[in-house]
């Protein structure tokens, strides 16, 4: 699942990857009559138009960015990116060869980016100590505030409902692998 919400918060649900994505759920028998099924629907249902407002409005800003995606913004004082922060995830990601190259300059702790990391963890098949190492100390030190901020500031249902969506993915598998994220001060 990291990998299918890494794209689904990295690129616009209407982007034709998102697409054909929605499209694999739905004809998913193992996920027939899930909430993941419904929100596929949910999104069907809404104007491109409005999804693609809505991910301009949340994630690449305009005047004011109403649910920025990286990690730096809400741990660091000064609310950046490319904080400190991301200096040390992007340290973490070396230790563990990740590479995440999207041809871009980017700070690495941006969410979908991070979801992405989780997925390679995983394929790459580091021990699960490394996958907890992530959610622990990047992920899930910042992404709960993060995902309240796309719920309440999303015009769209379909944003509202991947946000609360991802969160309780997130829950579960901090309750299964048994993860205390480290606590640090958020300043969003």
């Avoid at 991070?114 to 992404?143: G, N, P, R, Y």
Wanted: a negative charge; glycine letters at 4%; aromatic letters at 12%.
């Amino acid at each position: 699942m990291a990998k299918v919400f890494g794209s689904l918060f990295y690129f616009p649900l209407t982007d034709n990857n998102n697409q054909t994505l929605l499209t694999t759920l739905l004809q998913d028998e193992n996920l027939k009559d899930s909430d993941l099924q419904a929100w596929c629907h949910q999104v069907n249902g809404e104007s491109n138009e409005a999804l693609n407002q809505d991910f301009f409005l949340l994630f690449e800003g305009g005047e004011a960015m109403l649910a920025p995606p990286w990690g730096s913004v809400y741990m660091d004082r000064e609310e950046v990116i490319f904080g400190d922060t991301t200096v040390a995830y992007r340290q973490f990601l070396r230790d563990h060869d990740i590479a995440l190259d999207t041809g871009m300059r980017e700070p690495e702790d941006q969410v979908g980016l991070m979801f992405f990391a989780v997925s390679q963890l995983v394929e790459q098949e580091q021990d699960i100590e490394s996958v907890k190492a992530l959610f622990s100390q990047h992920l899930l030190t910042w992404c709960y505030r993060y995902f309240e901020l796309v719920e309440k500031h999303a015009s769209t249902q379909s944003y509202k409902q991947l946000a609360a969506l991802v969160s309780q993915w997130c829950e579960a598998v901090q309750e299964l692998l048994n993860i205390t994220p480290l606590a640090v001060k958020l300043y969003r």
